[in-house]
């Protein structure tokens, strides 16, 4: 039995959870893992760019902490000998194609696409070379692998790419299968793997869970773990919600909407390279490693509850295009979408009426998108605006759509606590529907929904 186990960056903290990851490894037989970044270390080199491209004075102390990061992890759990001298080796050459690519950019003040899809890709490519050294020396026979090497195939999106399932699937099967078979865990670095050409790609943020779903798809694989510092689902965001409680068990659809909509427990397309397969999802905690955590499965219970969980995002921004019967203008949406498009930038969802198009966007991308939409305005279009203080709730269950009655009962607790419902949809799920409300309402909106589907 083939087991996929992904490491969040979560239960890769220091030296002590990164010694109980390696414990948890180590009891199981035929285990593949997926790690991310050290927890910090994605945002070191996020902010390695911005400090780069101002001056190369400040690449040295960036350099000093990611070093400061693994090389006391090894101090701490590494015995001396040649094996901790290796991985000290491997973890300093590392760093030095950090220090050269940060170079390159204060040298030049800019950054490509491909650059940076490289210098990202080291923060999980140090956290496989210090798990998989850690092992060795605890004596786990192991071996860290390039996700690109490894046979994590894309397609050429540099910065938001898709996994090709059978590419991928070949190559795993010639790279990665020979190491189970002389019983050695192979740790591969999620978050990025090699397009068309052979450069590398990121899978999106948090998108270590795609890659593990890609690698589990790839070798056949019996199970999916996805390791985190949480119990696992939980019916609402618990920060949110103190009475909130784990979800047993969900569908695929499911965990991929509450995903999509703000729960952060797995990356939104980490069940895409699953469908068609029997592979059983687990989402289990670290902390407490004998706990069952949640199973995500392909096919939903044939009974249960007709709300499996509410989730909230406060990330959120609207492009409101306002003008007359702009909702009946042929080909006005789509030009507006190829706008959007041509900037890289994603459309989360868009609701229409006769006079107005809304565009839901991520926050990052909503200044830029209102430049673009107010350029193509040509006449039929009389107004863009730009709204920032909407949050989202999402509603998601299985029986959401065949249940008589699920929507007001919905809006009926929300109105109750006087809130006032700013936009809504459904029907584009039939899992899920989601409405709007001011960001200031929003923690009294999820507990007065949770409340009425988990008294």
């Known amino acids: ?126 956290a496989a070379r210090l798990l998989a050294g850690v092992m060795e020396s605890l004596e786990t026979e ?89 119990d696992g689902f939980m019916s609402a965001d618990p920060s949110r919600v103190p009475t909130a409680r784990r979800l047993e068990r969900l569908s695929f659809a499911e965990a991929a909407e509450l995903s999509y909509f703000g729960a952060k427990i797995l990356h939104p397309r980490t069940v895409e390279p699953l469908a068609g397969t029997k592979i059983r999802v687990f989402v289990r905690n670290m902390k407490d490693p004998a706990g069952a955590g949640s199973e995500i499965v392909a096919a939903p219970p044939s009974r249960g509850p007709e709300v499996a969980g509410i989730a909230a995002n406060t990330r959120l921004a609207i492009i409101r295009v306002h ?15 190829s706008l959007l498009a041509a900037g890289g930038i994603n459309i989360h969802s868009v609701l229409t009426s006769q006079t107005c198009i809304n565009l839901l966007l991520d926050p990052a991308d909503a200044r830029r998108g209102l430049i673009k939409v107010k350029a193509a305005a040509n006449g039929v279009i009389r107004k863009v605006e730009l709204e920032e203080r909407l949050a989202l709730v999402g509603v998601v269950g299985e029986r959401i759509m065949e249940k008589e009655g699920i929507y007001a009962r919905i809006f009926s607790a929300v109105a109750r606590e006087k809130i006032n419902v700013e936009m809504a949809a459904a029907g584009a799920s039939p899992v899920a529907c989601y409405f709007l409300v001011r960001c200031t309402d929003l923690d009294r909106a999820v507990r007065a929904v949770h409340d009425e589907f988990f008294p």
Not at 155 to 182: F, G, H, Q, W, Y
Not at 323 to 337: D, E, K, Q
Request: glycine fraction near 10%; hydrophobic fraction near 45%.
């Open 323 to 337: 003008g007359a019967g702009i909702g009946s203008r042929p080909g006005l949406l789509a030009n507006v979408s």
């Open 1 to 126: 039995m083939i087991r996929v186990m992904k490491f969040g960056g979560g239960c890769l903290r220091d030296g002590r959870s990164i010694a109980q990851a390696c414990a948890i490894i180590a009891a199981q037989k035929k285990a593949v893992v997926v790690v991310s970044a050290v927890s910090g270390v994605t945002e070191l080199l996020l902010g390695a760019i911005v400090q780069a491209k101002r001056h190369e004075k400040n690449i040295p102390p960036i350099l000093a902490a990611l070093a400061a990061k693994h090389f006391g992890v090894i101090a701490e759990l590494c015995p001396n000998g040649p094996v901790k001298r290796r991985l000290q080796a491997a973890i300093a050459s590392q760093i030095s194609q950090v220090e050269r690519l940060l170079t390159g950019i204060a040298c030049h003040r800019d950054l490509t696409p491909a650059v940076r899809a490289r210098l990202l890709s080291h923060g999980e490519r140090l």
């Open 142 to 230: 192991s071996a860290a692998m390039d996700a690109h090497r490894a046979g994590i195939c894309t397609d050429d999106n540099c910065e938001n790419a898709s996994i090709d399932r059978e590419r991928t699937r070949k190559a795993m099967r010639a790279k990665v299968a020979p190491l189970l078979r002389r019983d050695i865990v192979p740790v591969i670095p999620g978050f990025f793997g090699r397009g068309p050409g052979g450069g590398i790609t990121l899978l999106g943020r948090n998108g270590s869970d795609y890659s593990a779903a890609a690698v589990a798809y790839a070798l056949g694989a019996e199970r999916l773990e996805v390791w985190k510092d949480v």
